[in-house]
């Protein structure tokens, strides 16, 4: 799970954004989105795809498209080493997920992601200290804080989530989350940072929240005529 969810995404993903743009960076990375549900519905029998799940991804994934900007779609290029670098990290999301349901399901999430953090950063230990060497704490305090911030809340928090969500809703329900990212990436943008809110965002928006209503079904189910 290190590995898998740690070090290789998180590696691949940051040497790719260095290269190609952050809208498409973001559009590649709701890929997890899809290969978790492909994976998922490959490996185990309860969460096989449905046409409605399938619409559902792929509504959620048009959404997230629309509301970057579909000319970011238009410079996706496969021979891209970086494009590439983005989307097997997306694949490796995919595969941690269904890996972790597989085989840590009798764990806590409290020992899973602490076993998970801990051999990820003994893997990448090696290779922090030969790139940057020794770490440094001579550091600005509003610098601490937003480490502070991404260990506690967006790291250790994020994952005691993630395997309880895990286990309540399964690998391919879990990753679709990742839809997610880009639209919030936009508002605090737009909120934080003054970036302008562009229309297509909301129509993304609503495209996004219609695939997952999709997804979830059970608008669909209400309205269904009895037998």
Do not use: K
């Not at 969460?47 to 409605?52: A, F, I, V």
């Not at 629309?66 to 494009?83: C, E, F, P, V």
């Amino acid at each position: 799970m290190g590995l898998l969810n740690n070090v290789l995404p998180f590696s691949l993903m940051a040497w790719g954004q260095l290269h190609i743009e952050s809208g498409l960076t973001a559009i590649l990375n709701a890929a997890t989105a899809i290969f978790g549900v492909l994976v998922a519905a490959a490996v185990f029998a309860d969460e096989r795809l449905s046409m409605r799940r399938a619409l559902g991804v792929s509504l959620g994934f048009l959404g997230v498209a629309t509301a970057i900007g579909l000319d970011a779609l238009a410079r996706l290029d496969l021979r891209s080493l970086a494009q590439l670098a983005v989307l097997a990290g997306a694949l490796s999301y995919a595969l941690a997920g269904a890996w972790a349901r597989a085989t840590l399901g009798g764990l806590r999430p409290q020992v899973a992601a602490a076993g998970m953090l801990t051999a990820s950063a003994l893997v990448m230990l090696p290779a922090a200290l030969w790139l940057e060497g020794l770490p440094r704490f001579d550091l600005a305090p509003r610098t601490l804080l937003a480490v502070g911030y991404y260990a506690l809340a967006a790291t250790a928090l994020a994952y005691l989530l993630y395997y309880r969500v895990l286990a309540m809703a399964g690998s391919g329900n879990l990753l679709v989350c990742t839809l997610l990212i880009a639209p919030v990436a936009i508002v605090l943008g737009a909120l934080v940072l003054g970036e302008a809110l562009r229309p297509r965002a909301f129509l993304g928006f609503a495209i996004l929240a219609l695939g997952l209503i999709v997804m979830d079904g059970r608008l669909f189910s209400r309205r269904a005529p009895p037998n």
